[in-house]
RNA sequence: GUGCCUAUGGUGUAGCGGUAACACACGGGUUUGUGGUACCUGUAUCGAGGGUUCAACUCCCUCUAGGCACCCCA
């Protein structure tokens, strides 16, 4: 007997299985919903896209660019990526298909798998899943508002704490001057900075803000702040979204080292976090997203069309729902097995379940199973309230034995009266299940 | 990319230098008509390779895989 390998899944890649699938039902169900109230329509894109569209619109500083990204050439030689988030696709589908032409501002969202090469641990796949929301075509702080208003949404439906962490990066005319002053400012403190700093203070200088190395913390939390040197548009804008906010009470804290890790976004800026204290500092950002005015120009569309967004990672999402121990809908509950004995009771079986099924009954079968025992056993296992069992001599009289699976009383009826008899039985448990509250699920 | 930890049947665990135990799950049967609450039974070359030893699952090394934290982000 030759050894055959074992296959697993590919490092960074998870099965979602089927015990899994209620978190992910409930979250996609939800996020349609949200969707559809507030105007947005869905619109799925390619997994993979230029590598360059990456490159110019995430930007080659940034660390999922420079090496996280899936990048490969294909057979035609072109060079192609896959996916490592959402908004550069949308812009480019939204100017390749001439969307400026729809009535403005285009809401747009979707969800799906992203990925990036990096190193996983909890809550971090290679493999990932996001939701993504974004308006194009409207520079007016109510769009902002409104992206982080459903950014929130989602985590208050699902029944997490959330705070939104926001923070305004500026434009391309004042953040260049905040640049300069915090450059000068950083460099007097130079010689208290981590070595990484160091090393972003030649690369990228803001996202020393966003250090979480201990030696930092001090020049970070003196540093001067982009929103006391925001332009007088800037200023304003970032007011007036916070303004929004407050009508309509989303939770959010000014965070001035909110300032992102992609290279596309002006102005808005934000993170979800859980609200509790001990979650805030680590990597246990939820989402996040920002305004990215200058991102379709940047990409060929047409100059001045401004934007906002917002991603969210799914598997966190489901990382915390679990971890709270919050509840999610589970599968409905079975209502009648179907269990049959003999050849002739089998066939019959077979066209009854047909019957039971269009008549709106959620019904399991045991059609391979021989014995009764097994099939009793299997009703038990799928928690069925009624089982209805059909054999030789119930064949012969034109009846059918009905077992309530909890009590364990069985009765034989009319063949011909299965459906209401069982309408009525259910119905009863029914009630009682009402008033015995949810069932709640793991 | 850096650091730490782990590796025994499907799952969760036990074990000792002398060739594996338990629970659950799953499959089959005891009864060709009765489950949740009987009984029997099946399923592991102890991650891979090498070394120490009379002897290794148990000690050492390498590799591989997984996990966690950092970095980064969702």
């Known amino acids: 007997m030759g050894k ?35 105007g947005f329509s869905r619109i799925d894109l390619p997994l993979v896209e230029d590598t360059s569209l990456y490159s110019r619109s995430v930007g080659t500083s940034s660390e999922i660019v420079e090496k996280e990204m899936y990048s490969f050439t294909d057979k035609g030689d072109s060079n192609i990526s896959m ?27 979707t969800t799906g798998p992203c990925f990036r090469y990096d190193r996983p641990q909890s809550g971090r796949y290679r493999q990932f899943h996001q939701i993504n929301f974004e308006i194009i075509g409207e520079a007016d702080p109510i769009t902002d508002a409104q992206i982080i208003q459903i950014a929130f949404k989602i985590n208050q439906l699902v029944g997490l ?57 001090e020049v970070i939390d003196n540093a001067p702040q982009q ?12 007011i007036q979204v916070l303004e929004y906010l407050d009508e309509i009470e989303v939770p959010y804290a000014l965070n001035p080292r909110i300032v992102r890790g ?34 379709v ?38 209502d009648v097995f179907l269990a049959q004995l003999g050849i002739e009771a089998r066939k019959k079986a077979l066209v009854l379940f047909e019957e039971l099924k269009d ?25 069925a309230k009624l089982s ?6 119930e064949i012969l009289d034109g009846t059918i034995m009905v077992r309530d699976m909890e009590g364990g009383i069985q009765e034989v009826i009319d063949y011909k009266k299965i459906i209401p008899e069982l309408e009525k039985r259910l119905k009863k448990v029914e009630t009682i299940v009402v008033n015995d509250k949810i069932k709640e699920e793991k």
């Not at 390749?96 to 501002?105: F, I, N, T, V």
């Not at 950002?285 to 920002?290: K, N, V, W, Y």
């Not at 940047?298 to 990382?319: H, K, M, N, Y």
């Open 4 to 38: 055959t390998k074992n296959f697993q899944t590919v490092k960074g890649m998870k099965d979602i299985l089927p015990d899994e699938q209620k978190y992910w039902k409930y979250i996609y169900g939800l996020v349609d919903n949200l969707a559809r109230e507030y």
């Open 83 to 109: 996916r490592p988030e959402f908004t550069a696709g949308i812009v480019r589908s939204y100017i390749e298909h001439g969307m400026l032409d729809k009535p403005q501002p285009l809401k747009l969202y």
């Open 161 to 217: 704490d959330v705070v939104m962490q926001v923070n305004s990066i500026g434009c391309k005319d004042c953040r260049p001057d905040y640049e300069k002053v915090l450059k000068d400012y950083l460099k007097k403190h130079r010689s208290k900075l981590s070595e990484i700093s160091k090393k972003r203070f030649i690369k990228n200088p803001l996202r020393i803000l966003d250090s979480k190395e201990k030696e930092d913390q």
């Open 227 to 238: 929103v006391d040197h925001l332009c007088d548009g800037c200023k304003n804008h970032f």
């Open 262 to 295: 992609l290279d596309y976004y002006s102005r808005t800026t934000f993170e979800i976090t859980p609200a509790s204290d001990e979650e805030q500092g680590r990597q246990s950002a939820l989402g996040g997203g920002g305004r990215y005015d200058d991102l």
């Open 297 to 334: 120009e940047l990409i060929g569309g047409r100059p001045d069309t401004p934007a906002v967004g917002f991603a969210s990672g799914i598997e966190r999402l489901i990382l915390q729902i679990k971890s709270k121990d919050l509840k999610v809908p589970s599968d409905p509950e079975v």
């Open 359 to 383: 008549a709106g009954f959620n019904i399991r079968e045991g059609f391979s199973k021989k014995g009764l025992k097994n099939q009793l056993e299997l009703a038990d296992k799928l928690n």
């Open 388 to 393: 209805l069992i059909l054999g030789q001599k």
